[in-house]
């Protein structure tokens, strides 16, 4: 009789923000159901009382590739494992690095091939708006302002068309200590089409310890604290704010 390896599992997981409640329930499961989980430190002490009995592998924020490369093998050589990202993985996660690795290293072997799950995860700009009320009504863009992967010219032509187009836009990374001069320069960008008064959120550390929520204004954006733990909820030229909620109509209230 032959021996049929056992195939692995690569699941690739959401955290959500960060509060328990927030991480959907089949993220839980499959994390208990792993016997390797990897993942950025800050994350895995999130979920440290998941990992009591289970092999973790911690790694810096800046070793992605080593993460998923070490995900992928593991579930070839059968091994049921996790690799997890803050939010939802497929949203500037590890989604599409873990995925890439994965076809490229397929083999035709399907029996003995690992299968693989995306689990999603409540992202930073579904955790801001709850906060800062309902900014994300209408039409809205997600725009990274970390230009270590991609060119600030493609992040500044993308700024420049949905700051025309009247989106509202969510901004993740929006600074850190080495990338300050970015958020100034999306700021200017967006104020080519948008009303120095145009609204904005910033939601630092939603649903963890720390959390801030503010208001201001787009002219009185760089006034403010702004890091990489915040995300920058820009509005659209009909967004208001209303009892200290940032709501962006969707047009039902001009019919009533
Ligand atoms: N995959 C994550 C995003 C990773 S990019 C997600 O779906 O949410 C990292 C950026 O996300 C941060 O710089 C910040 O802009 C934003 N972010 C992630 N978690 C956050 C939180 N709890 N509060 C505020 N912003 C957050």
New binding site residues.
């Given amino acids: 009789m032959t021996h049929t390896p056992h195939p692995g599992h690569l699941a690739i997981v ?1 955290l959500g ?2 509060m328990r409640d927030l991480m959907a329930p089949r993220a839980i499961q499959v994390i208990q159901e792993s016997d390797l989980v990897i993942g950025y430190r800050v994350y895995l002490e999130q979920i440290s009382d998941l990992l009591t009995d289970k092999e973790i592998h911690v790694s810096e924020l800046t070793h992605e590739v080593e993460r998923a490369t070490l995900a992928v093998q593991s579930a070839h050589a059968g091994r049921r494992v996790c690799i997890v ?5 497929g ?3 590890m989604a599409g690095l873990v995925l890439d690795l994965f076809s490229h290293s397929s083999d035709t072997d399907t029996i003995t091939e690992p299968s693989v799950e995306v689990v999603p ?1 409540i ?3 579904n ?2 708006a709850a906060l800062l009320g309902a900014p994300l009504m209408h039409d809205f863009a997600a725009i ?1 302002l970390s230009d270590l992967l991609t060119p600030w010219a493609t992040i500044a032509k993308r700024l420049a068309a949905v700051a025309e187009a009247d989106f509202v836009v969510v ?4 600074s850190s200590r080495k990338r300050q001069w970015q958020l100034g320069e999306a700021q200017r960008l967006l104020l080519v089409h948008r009303a120095e008064t145009t609204p904005v959120g910033l ?6 310890e720390g959390q801030k929520v503010q208001l201001t204004t787009l002219s009185h954006l760089l006034e403010h604290d702004v890091d ?4 920058v909820v820009i509005g659209n030229s009909c967004t208001r704010i209303q009892q200290a909620r940032m709501i962006t109509p969707r047009g039902y209230e001009s019919r009533a």
């Avoid at 901004?171 to 929006?174: A, F, I, S």
């Avoid at 939601?203 to 963890?208: C, D, G, I, L, P």
């Fill in positions: 959401g923000p960060g990202s803050s939010g939802d993985a949203i500037y996660g995860g992202s930073a700009l955790a801001a990274s901004l993740y990374n929006p939601v630092r550390n939603a649903y963890r990489m733990f915040t995300t």
